[in-house]
């Protein structure tokens, strides 16, 4: 099979890349090398063979080029996190839902028929909540006011009662609370409209927190790991917002790239038209406190500090069952969350060196 990955020069499409070739496959890289994601042009390395596209997924000829001959697309290209503020929306849209739909309208005219989207547990906005009295409830997004008083925790809506945090399936109602969770789920919509148009075949895979070797520094766009991980190279302790106990699921790089590789190569197996959507998460929910502390052990750094600092449009706990993916196409992560943290501790984050070179 030969795949294009978009995005494949990032941090999860370079592991998908490397899964891709030592499965068997061919695969061809299109990335912008946006700074966001590459601090001063810096990238890993393309495995020999693979061909490799500098050009914006917007850009429609290039798009085009970087189609020929190709049998499936997993499409990871995208800016990711909250951003700076409200000022990125036009940012975020752009990369992330006009780049989807140019991919799209390539795919449709070169006759490629298989799409596997890099979708995002944030599509949910909180995560599944049971009320003792009311059952399952659905809290709106926490008010300002309790955020700075130190109230994190969401309250039953009907009877302002503490809830009790569970694990959300795929078929939960989707509720974005900030532009990032917009743009994702507009992408699904995208590849579910564009399934149903050409006969092609789209899955998303919901990420949840992934983190490992490879990942970006701490940038306005990158993920938490990622900013507790350049701290402790700085001999910095993290600093955990909230009061830590915010609810995750931290999947390693390597078993989210093989969970894309499988959904790739299951894509002839579904129905023409179909889009399915799969969490993809290690199945260990763990705080931010927990891997802050996790990560600060293993590296040697000092002990986190939890500050109550708190951003507007973050949630309070989201974790999902990944039952599904795990059922349907036989998916099981194998990097536990211990040892995941103990090797992302010792390796360099990217346009950062390596504890050794320190």
Known sequence: ??????????FIGSEIVRALVASGHEAVVLDALLPSAHMGGSAPAVPDGVRSVVADVRDREAVAGALAGIDAVCHQAAMVGLGKDFAD????VGCNDLGTAVLLAGMAAAGVRGLVLAGSMVVYGEGRYDCPRHGKVRPGPRAEADLAAGRFEPLCPSCGADLVPGLVPEDAPAD?????????LAQEH????WARSTGGRAV???????????????????????????????????RVFEDGRQRRDFVHVRDVAAADVRALEALPERAPGSFTAYNTGSGEPHTIGEMAAALASAHGGPAPVVTGEYRLGDVRHITADSARLRGELGW??????????????????RGVPSPSAV
Request: no cysteine; charged share 20%; hydrophobic share 40%.
């Open 176 to 184: 974005p609370r900030n532009v990032y969770a917009t743009t994702k």
């Open 332 to 349: 099981r992560p194998e990097v536990g969350f211990k040892a995941g943290m103990k090797e992302f501790a010792a390796a360099g984050l």
């Open 204 to 238: 998303s895979l919901r990420y949840h927190n992934v983190y490992g070797p490879g990942m970006p520094r701490d940038t306005p766009y990158a993920g938490v790991a990622s900013f507790f991980r350049s701290a402790l190279a700085r001999g910095e302790a993290p």
């Open 89 to 92: 929306a036009p940012a975020y």
């Open 190 to 193: 995208l590849a579910a409209a």
């Open 1 to 10: 099979m030969r795949v294009l990955v978009t995005g494949g020069a990032g």
